[in-house]
């Protein structure tokens, strides 16, 4: 396949996932803003609640990336037996971790007071995950479904089901946090409700499809049937990458903790910033899910040419998103974070200014935040997870927490330090990553492109 050839491929195969992974942050970010039209103290819950929530979902979402490539080197091998295996034991992995996890979920008042959060604001959150909790069985079940069809390279149906339950959950939680069109006035609890909702709209689609479009995997005909050896290999893939998940979560996590010592106003515009780059960033995560499906391919055929060349592609795609990306935040910084404020706003010139300047790091942080993406798309569709877990988490950890720490606090840049951690640390990341991609693993697959 020429170039051309590639980058064609890649966008027909990645423009529904990333408009799959635009309409997931439409979701989030529905809630954020009709529960701050509600109150300052149910958005301050359900963002803590949330918070805690998706630290569990990512580490479980490990199972369901996993089947991604899986599925997609079978589907290139024409293995239907391993296609259907590896998918059901993604789904009883999703089960089983569920189950462990919900405990964690109903009983979350004291972890947060452990955490020393306010105790009112701890019990309101603590009342939304017992409700929105469950929601965490069919949101598991969810992914690894959707990774199952986008390994087939079915993503446009894997964006019109995140599209319908970005619409259900718009319009449930309209009617229950705020009692319209005759339902009861649940406020945070409306929310939870509407939160489970979806996820469980959205799995009866794709179980629908899945049965309906694909009858020759019979998916779910004997499923209660064990499988060990696919069980042991979707365990050994799916874990590492849910604990790269959680690695690069507690980075973000952990800058936000950083701002918030800098006061509300840092805080603020730091939520605004990384709002802004996380909009972009589904753009790289959408064109990493394609590097990981086209690498799955050419490992299933040991196609070392196509996957060189799919790599350079779909990396250079991701460059140029980058460079249109910088030049939009240092040129753009005042209209973009001035959608997030009133007009009237008192604090709206400091946080102008602050946003100001982390934006045109936001600029630099996209940039090396894309390149690493990418490069752990493309080692998964290898299905090599374990070294670059290790890289991962010495990246975030070793390098950018203590980078955030120092240039923020010890050289007192304050904000703009921390986000110079971020990309030190995003920027480790990716050449590490890189590396292990282009001097180790594409190494095992075949002969060499010409």
């Known amino acids: 396949m020429t170039y051309p050839g590639h980058f064609r491929a890649i966008a027909v195969l990645g423009l529904p996932l990333i408009g799959g992974h635009l309409a997931q942050f439409a979701i989030g970010l529905t809630d954020t803003v009709m529960l701050g039209w509600y109150g300052v103290e149910a958005l301050a819950a359900v963002t803590l609640a949330s918070s805690y929530f998706f630290v569990l979902f990512l580490f479980g979402a490990g199972f369901g990336l996993a089947v991604m490539p899986m599925v997609a080197t079978a589907a290139a091998e024409e293995n239907e037996t391993s296609i259907r295996r590896s998918t059901r034991m993604g789904l009883w992995l999703s089960l089983i971790y569920a189950a462990l996890t919900i405990p964690f979920l109903w009983w979350s008042y004291p972890i947060f007071i452990l955490l020393k959060q306010e105790p009112q604001v701890a019990e309101t959150a603590s009342q939304y995950l017992r409700v929105a909790g469950w929601g965490l069985i069919p949101a598991l079940l969810v992914m690894v479904l959707k990774s199952y069809l986008a390994a087939l390279e079915r993503t446009q149906i894997v964006l019109w089901i995140t599209v319908a339950a970005a619409f259900v959950n718009g319009i449930t939680n309209y009617a229950l946090i705020f009692g319209n069109w005759g339902a009861p006035e649940l406020g945070v609890m409306g929310a939870a409700i509407a939160s489970v909702v979806t996820q469980i709209v959205s799995l009866i689609c794709v179980v629908i499809y899945a049965v309906r479009a694909l009858p020759e995997h019979s998916m779910f005909q004997r499923f209660w049937r064990p499988d060990w050896e696919m069980f042991s290999s979707v365990l050994k893939l799916g874990v590492p990458i849910g604990l790269t998940l959680l690695a690069e979560v507690t980075l973000f996590a952990t800058s936000a903790i950083m701002m918030g010592w800098l006061g509300q106003v840092p805080l603020a515009a730091h939520g605004i910033a990384l709002n802004l780059a996380s909009a972009t960033f589904m753009v790289h995560l959408g064109l990493s899910n394609v590097a990981t499906i086209r690498a799955g391919n050419a490992l299933g055929r040991r196609d070392r040419a196509h996957l060189e060349k799919g ?140």
Request: with cysteine.
């Open 311 to 450: 790599a350079i592609a779909v990396t250079g795609m991701s460059l140029v998103v980058s460079v249109l990306t910088i030049v939009l935040f240092l040129t753009c910084a005042e209209p973009l974070i001035s959608l997030f404020m009133e007009a009237d706003e008192p604090r709206r010139p400091q946080i102008l200014a602050i946003g100001t300047g982390l934006l045109a790091m936001a600029a630099l942080f996209q940039l090396v935040d894309g390149a690493q993406v990418i490069a752990l798309g493309l080692l998964r569709g290898l299905q090599d997870a374990k070294i670059p877990m290790v890289m991962a988490a010495l990246s975030y950890w070793v390098v950018g927490i203590p980078a955030s720490y120092y240039f923020g606090f010890t050289r007192g840049m304050e904000g703009i330090g921390i986000w110079l951690g971020l990309v030190i640390g995003l920027a480790c990341a990716a050449v590490l990553l890189m590396a292990r991609f282009w001097l180790r693993s594409v190494r095992e697959i075949g002969v060499p492109a010409e």
